[in-house]
Nanobody
Framework: QVQLVESGGGLVQAGDSLRLSCAAS????????MGWFRQAPGKEREFVAS????????YYADSVKGRFTISRDNAKNTVYLQMNSLKPEDTAVYYC??????????????????WGQGTQVTVSS
C-alpha cells in the first residue's frame, strides 16, 4: 500500500499558475503509474492527467491539454501537476492516485488503487 499526500493548492485568479505536488511513501514509487483527478462540488470525480512509471508516457484530459503538465521525480517519490492559464472551471479538489498494475497507464478512476486526501484549488474570475 502507498500513502499519498497532496500539497500546493490555493486560491488564485484566472490566468494564474499553480504547481501541485504529491508525495508518496510506503511502496516502490518508481514501479507504478500515477494520475491526477479532480472533483468539483456536485460533480463526479474526473480524470485530469496520468503518467507512466518512467515518465515517458503522459495523458491529459482535453479540457487541460496545453495548459497542465504532469511530471514525476522518482528519486523524490513525488509527482507534480503544473497548472498554467487557470480558469474558474478548474476549481475543484485535486487528488493524486496510484495504479499498481505493471506496464499500463490508465485514465479511468476505478483503475487506481490508492488515493490522497485531496487539495483544494479555487480559481476566481
Amino acid at each position: 500500500q502507498v500513502q499519498l499526500v497532496e500539497s500546493g493548492g490555493g486560491l488564485v485568479q484566472a490566468g494564474d499558475s499553480l504547481r501541485l505536488s504529491c508525495a508518496a511513501s510506503g511502496r516502490t514509487f518508481s514501479s507504478y503509474a500515477m494520475g491526477w483527478f479532480r472533483q468539483a462540488p456536485g460533480k463526479e470525480r474526473e480524470f485530469v492527467a496520468s503518467i507512466s512509471w518512467s515518465g515517458g508516457s503522459t495523458y491529459y484530459a482535453d479540457s487541460v491539454k496545453g495548459r497542465f503538465t504532469i511530471s514525476r521525480d522518482n528519486a523524490k517519490n513525488t509527482v507534480y501537476l503544473q497548472m498554467n492559464s487557470l480558469k474558474p472551471e478548474d476549481t475543484a479538489v485535486y487528488y493524486c492516485a496510484a495504479d499498481y498494475r505493471i506496464g499500463v497507464v490508465s485514465t479511468v478512476v476505478s483503475d487506481f488503487d490508492s488515493w490522497g486526501q485531496g487539495t483544494q484549488v479555487t480559481v476566481s474570475s
